[in-house]
């Protein structure tokens, strides 16, 4: 949030000079009040009024508690004293806010006003008093409607239209890896327009919660480095999540989070209405029957199967433990919401090869061996999970099982 804006500029008497402030006494004291200034002028004053050199440079300043943004200017002219003008119109920022995005709107606002005062001396010939006039109400206008609205379009006069606004600046996404599953948090297909990237237009039917990010390069014939960057673009705009590929092999166990979910009935409700099979929905839900043994997902039921997954124990055998419940429930919807509103987490497993095969594997290289399973020995560090593996070999659980026991004594852990 923007703290307060001002314009100075170099006074041929005075030097430089906080002309508008907003708030008013934000940058320079006032005598009627004991309240201290945001910034003290004087220490900051050659800096945010530099010499001509350093003109038409972006500046951020640390002073105090706060970030000073700005862009001073400088035009050269007959018709200015001492032929030059320089002015900046400066930006306060508490220090711990994202500065980022506020840097184009000192550079923006830099732009106009140079184009301003080339063209009708909209600075230098502004005889209004302090706190006062165009320039001021610029200002003001600008401080409230960018922290309010993160946008502004503020006419300067027929020809001009100062029209801003702050994009949001986020962290770069985690890595994606193939075996990941992007997850829809938006409609997709509603922001589609003709200029979107074609890569992305061909992975976007297949996201769907189901298909990992290499089974979507596949169905979609795309190149995988094309799709996982489009996914990125994405994951980056909290349009897609990545889940953990879904299996009735798989375990789950509850995190500490659960206690939160025990505890908030609103959640209950909503957990209930997403894990109902379509034709169980409640009956407020248009188009949707209710059955009369739904009463029987009450939301203790829910906490209780929740409670009741661990590790070592697999979906699969999980519900043949709630089978009267289970029908009732997308079992596939019923764990991914616990996992994304975060009580819920995949036991992952991983395959160590002993000290024992890690010598039979290096024997086999020496012996220049054609071994089927010597792409899977580059696996077997305990860092990469089934999951990693199955996608990258193309080939099921079943299958990798079977392999590893053909190389020898390995241990699989789960975590």
Known sequence: MIKAIFYCKFDVLEGPKVVHQVPTHSITPSTKTSSQPLVHFPSVAATVIPRQTFCSLPIALLHSRYRILGYPTCLV??????????????????????????????AKLAALLKHLEETSHFLSQDRSSPNSGKIYALCEILLEDLNNYC??????????????????TYPPPSPIFPHQVPLSTVRLESLVDSNWDLTMLLVLPYINGVNSVKQIALLADADYKLVRKAIAHLLYYGCVMLLDIFSFGASYAPTAEIGVFVGDPEVQAECRRYVLLPDTRLPHEPGRVLVADTEALDEMTLIEMYCSLRQGLSVKSWCMEHVDVVRLVDIRRFITFGVIKGFLYRVHKYAIATGATSILSQARERKGSKHGNKRLERFLDGNHCFDEICTELMISERDLLGKLKEIGDIQIIQK
């Open 77 to 106: 002219s007959p018709s200015y004293p001492r032929n030059e003008f320089i002015f900046n119109i400066c930006l306060v920022l508490p220090t711990h806010t994202e500065f980022t995005a506020y840097s184009s709107v000192v």
């Open 151 to 168: 946008e502004c379009m503020i006419p300067i006069d027929e020809s001009n239209t100062l029209n801003i606004k702050l994009f949001p």
